[in-house]
C-alpha cells in the first residue's frame, strides 16, 4: 500500500473533484438532513435536501444514490491512468496483476472490517461499496488494455448475462412467506410480469446470499437484507465500472476538448433514456438496492454527465479555484471513507465531552445536526488537508 506521493502532476483536475464531490455527499450524512426536515414540517427545502440524502425504498434515484455508482464508475476511470503510470516505472505485467490482486482483496476485506465495527464477532457480508468493487476489480483489470470493442462486449455480456440470470430464476411459489425475509406482503414496490424477478428478498441474488453467507461463521443464519442488498450485486458494478474505463480511455486519448466532451454528452444522455425504457417497459426495473441491470445503464448515463460537467468547468474553461476543497478530498477518497465511518460520532462526542452535552442545540435540538454534522465535517476537511500539505495520499 503505498501512501507518499511526490508530485501531482498529471492528474486530471475533473475526476479529483468529481470523486470529491461524491465522498462529500458521503461524508455529509453525518448532517442527518432527515432530522432537520423533521423539525421543519411543511418547509419545502428541507424536505428536499432530506430526499436526496435517502435512498429511494425500491424503484428510482435521489442524488444519494448515485454516490455508490459514482465511486464505482471513477474506479474505471482512473484504471487507464494507473496502467499508464505503472508501465513508465517499468513495472511488469506479472507484478501488476500481483498488485492488482492484492488490492482486490483489501478492498474487500475493509469493506468486511468497516461492516464489523461494532459488532461482536466479524459481520461477512459483502453489500459494501469496496468490498463490491474488489469483487469485480480484477475483471476490471483484466480488461485495462483490451480494445474498446472487446470492453463494449465485455459489457453487453455482464448485464444481458445477469438480466438473462434473474429472469431465469423461478418466481417464488403461491403463498411465499413474504414477512420471513422482511418484506411486508403488501408492499407497495412488488411487481407483476419480467419485473417480478427483480422483487425484494425473493430473487436470484437473495437466494444465492441464503446460501453463501451462511457459509461463513454467524451468530444467527442469514435469512435476508433488511435493505435487499446481495453480494451479486458485484457482477452489475462491474458493469458501472467497465463504463468508467470507457470514459477513462477516452479521456486518456488525448482527442480533441470538444470531441470528448460530446462523446460524454452523448453516452450521459444515452444511458438516462435507454434506463428509463427498460423500467417503464417492464423489462428491468431501475433498483440501486440490487443494482439491476437497468440500474447500471441508468446510473451511468448520470455519471457520465456528471463528469462531463466537472471536465468542461474546469479542464475545459479552467476554473479551478472552486473545486479545490473537493479535489483535497477527492485525492484521498479511501483515508476518508475509512475515517468518516469509524471517527465521526468520536469527533462529535469529544467536543460535547469538553463543551457540554447541549452545546450542539444553540439553533434548536432540532437543527442541532447541522451545527454537529458541520463541525464533524470541517475537522475531516481540515485532516485531509493537513496530507495534502505534506503529499500524504493513501492508495492501495
Known sequence: ?????????????????????????????????????????????????????????????????????????????????????RAAKGQTPGRAWLHAGWRAMVLILLGVFLRSVG????????????????????????????????????????????????????????????????????????????????????NLAWAFDTWFLNLFSRPEPFTHNGGGYSTLSFIPTLGTMILGLIAGRWLKAGMASGELLRRLLIAGVTGIVLGLALHYSGICPLVKR??????????????????????????????????????????????????????????IESFKVHFGRNVFNIIGEGNATLLSGGYALLIFWLMLWWMYRRRIFIRI
Not at 425504498?57 to 465511486?71: A, K, N, V
Not at 455480456?157 to 438473462?164: I, N, S
Request: glycine share 8%; proline share 4%; hydrophobic share 50%.
Open 1 to 85: 500500500m503505498a501512501v507518499n506521493a511526490d508530485r501531482l502532476s498529471g492528474r486530471l483536475g475533473s475526476m479529483d473533484a468529481y470523486r470529491g464531490l461524491v465522498m462529500f455527499l458521503m461524508m455529509a450524512e453525518i448532517l442527518h438532513l432527515s432530522r432537520v426536515a423533521e423539525a421543519h414540517p411543511g418547509n419545502l427545502f428541507w424536505q428536499v435536501l432530506a430526499l436526496n440524502q435517502t435512498h429511494v425504498q425500491w424503484f428510482g434515484c435521489t442524488l444519494h444514490d448515485l454516490i455508490q455508482p459514482s465511486f464505482s464508475f471513477l474506479v474505471g476511470v482512473a484504471l487507464p491512468y494507473s496502467l499508464a503510470g
Open 119 to 202: 459488532r461482536q464477532q466479524t459481520r461477512w457480508t459483502f453489500e459494501d461499496t469496496l468490498s463490491q468493487i474488489g469483487l469485480g476489480y480484477l475483471f476490471l483489470f483484466a480488461l485495462g488494455n483490451r480494445s474498446l470493442k472487446v470492453i463494449w462486449s465485455a459489457l453487453a455480456v455482464v448485464l444481458v448475462g445477469y438480466w438473462a440470470a434473474f429472469v431465469l430464476y423461478p418466481l417464488p411459489p403461491p403463498g411465499f412467506d413474504y414477512a420471513a425475509v422482511g418484506v411486508p406482503a403488501d408492499w407497495a414496490y412488488h411487481s407483476t410480469g419480467i419485473a417480478a424477478h427483480f422483487n425484494k428478498n425473493s
Open 290 to 347: 440490487i443494482w439491476t441491470p437497468g440500474w447500471t445503464i441508468f446510473s451511468g448515463g448520470c455519471c457520465f454527465l456528471l463528469l462531463a460537467g466537472f471536465y468542461w468547468l474546469i479542464d475545459i474553461r479552467g476554473w479551478r479555484r472552486w473545486a479545490f476543497p473537493l479535489q483535497v478530498i477527492g485525492m484521498n477518497s479511501i483515508a476518508i471513507y475509512v475515517l468518516v465511518h469509524l471517527i465521526d460520532n468520536f469527533v
